[in-house]
């Protein structure tokens, strides 16, 4: 578990860094001609990142309560940061209609998982 924590923090960040790339303020940094060029580098971190989070497998409960404590701010962040954001554009009249897609995406991913979590465990 010790192998694929450090790996998933390592990928993490870095995902986190390419993307704070397409910011505007950060123009010196990337121009924007390289931002297409940034989708694949993109999808390569996402599917590295997807698959260090489909092999974990706990092994105690403890490590197992660490996964679910961290699964549960991870959650709560992207649902509260996609309430803000669908709040204020709606306040300013040009709602992205993607931010809803996502928090709907994200509630209802929940709900399965209870679902699924009830009638299998």
């Not at 669908?86 to 709602?95: D, M, Q, R, V």
């Amino acid at each position: 578990m010790k192998n694929s924590f450090w790996g998933e923090i390592i990928i993490s960040l870095v995902l986190i860094t390419t993307l704070l790339f397409y910011f505007k303020p950060m123009y010196f940094l990337m121009p924007e001609l390289m931002h297409p060029f940034m989708i694949p580098l993109l999808i390569i971190l996402f599917l590295i990142l997807a698959g260090f989070i489909l092999k974990e497998t706990p092994g105690d409960e403890r490590s197992q309560l660490h996964k679910f404590i961290s699964t549960r701010f991870a959650y709560f962040a992207g649902i509260t940061t996609l309430f803000v954001a669908i709040c204020f554009e709606a306040l300013s009249e040009k709602l992205d209609i993607w931010l809803v897609v996502a928090l709907c995406v994200m509630l209802f991913s929940k709900f399965i998982g209870l679902i699924y979590a009830y009638f299998r465990h």
